[in-house]
């Protein structure tokens, strides 16, 4: 994998690579989970394909930049994503999505705007959403373009909640955790809360376009109610990270969304810190 020493999304990302580590409660609501800072560099930048699981069409690719600020309070990290192929529509499309994931002590939250638009560069959605762990709660908004309609919903916000787009980030302190697991409530795009659960079942050389590496496998599993029906009707999902910090995220098997999505395969095609070495 090529990494560059002057960049490290949303980390992945990857970042889109990092993972939970509880914190003390520091409101009488949500204490928010800590992205592991030491394993994000002040620049990041990548690059993903995906292809279908089982006839291995390619469907989309996506490149992102994480950038780190600071807005005098705490650490903010901003991340933009950029995408391109067939996700979640028959016809190919674009998007954009921007995210500020702000950092400080008592006030942490997490925003995020998608813009999908045709290749005609005509609007098709556009999706908000914004996460507050101070007040436990979360919003939703969602606007057709094509229908002129919208909907908002609000959700709560649990202590380990995690939005979909930091995960791979979270999970790259997995195999420090205790026990090399965690529990967590994965927030979709769309605002649903699914509590599932992480462990790294085991350590394997992997191949993606960005090279081989050393890798610890990490099982992706729903928890609870639905984990029952989960295991009936769920292809198994899995995410790879380097075995060398700062454990950047490698690949991802399983749905896309929820049940009825397409299965496939992200894997990471560049990776740089920095913007300069790559590595």
Avoid: C
């Avoid at 529509?89 to 925003?111: C, I, N």
């Avoid at 995690?162 to 409530?185: G, K, T, Y």
């Amino acid at each position: 994998m090529r990494v560059t020493q002057r960049q490290l999304p949303i980390s992945t990302i990857v970042r889109l690579g990092l993972t939970l580590v509880l914190v003390s409660a520091v409101t009488s609501h949500s204490s928010p989970i800590r992205l592991p800072t030491a394993l994000i560099a002040p620049e990041e930048r990548g690059e993903y394909v995906a292809r279908d699981a089982h006839t291995a069409e390619e469907l989309w690719r996506t490149r992102w930049v994480i950038e780190r600020a600071s807005n005098g309070s705490g650490l903010i990290y901003r991340v933009r994503e950029d995408g391109a192929g067939r996700r979640g529509r028959p016809e190919p499309t674009r998007w954009t999505v921007t995210m500020d994931v702000v950092l400080a002590q008592g006030s942490e939250t997490f925003s995020a705007v998608r813009e999908v638009r045709d290749l005609s560069d005509r609007p098709i959605e556009t999706m908000r959403r914004a996460l507050s762990y101070k007040t436990g709660r979360g919003t939703v908004t969602v606007v057709d373009h094509m229908k002129n309609v919208d909907r908002s919903e609000s959700f709560t916000v649990e202590e380990t909640s995690i939005p979909v787009e930091l995960l791979p980030m979270q999970l790259r302190a997995l195999s420090d955790a205790p026990e090399r697991r965690i529990r967590f409530h994965l927030v979709t795009r769309e605002g649903k809360s699914v509590p599932m659960a992480a462990r790294v079942v085991g350590q394997e050389t992997i191949r993606t376009p960005a090279g081989e590496f050393a890798a610890y496998k990490t099982e992706l599993t729903v928890t609870g109610v639905r984990g029952v029906i989960g295991q009936l009707v769920l292809p198994a999902m899995y995410m790879w990270h380097r075995v060398d910090p700062p454990h950047a995220w490698l690949r991802y098997r399983g749905l896309d969304g929820g049940i009825g999505s397409r299965e496939v395969v992200m894997e990471l095609v560049r990776f740089e810190m920095d913007a300069k070495q790559a590595r």
